[in-house]
Nanobody, 128 residues
């Protein structure tokens, strides 16, 4: 059974940084893409970033591009989200997610409906 456990959230001032981690277990981590999503109160879950199985390809929401960096360490079964220049509007619960099967096209990375496994989420709060 696939399990995803996020960590690293917290309270930070605007302009600060946080690094989120997501530890995966239950299957061969390096075979699958991984994604980060977030959900603010009263809003739908939105795409943040994703990374291919090898780490060679990364994808970002336009609003996070240049501020957030996704990476993975397949030896540690962990995916990371480095968040810099944080803004109050980045406040949300952040989730990592993994698909059941391999992604073969770029477009599928962006939709939460294409991910089958989800962590419990970690709260990020950015104060102004």
């Amino acid at each position: 059974q696939v399990q995803l456990v996020e960590s690293g959230g917290g309270l930070v001032q605007a302009g600060g940084s946080l690094r989120l981690s997501c530890a995966a277990s239950g299957r061969t981590f390096s075979n699958y893409a991984m994604g980060w999503f977030r959900q603010a109160p009263g809003k739908e879950r939105e795409f943040v970033a994703a990374i291919s199985w090898s780490g060679r390809d990364t994808y970002y929401s336009n609003s996070m591009k240049g501020r957030f960096t996704i990476s993975r360490d397949n030896a540690k079964n962990t995916v990371y989200l480095q968040m810099n220049s944080l803004k109050p509007e980045d406040t949300a619960v952040y989730y990592c997610a993994a698909p059941e099967s391999t992604f073969y096209s770029v477009s599928v990375y962006y939709s939460p409906s294409n991910y089958d496994y989800w962590g419990q989420g970690t709260q990020v709060t950015v104060s102004s």
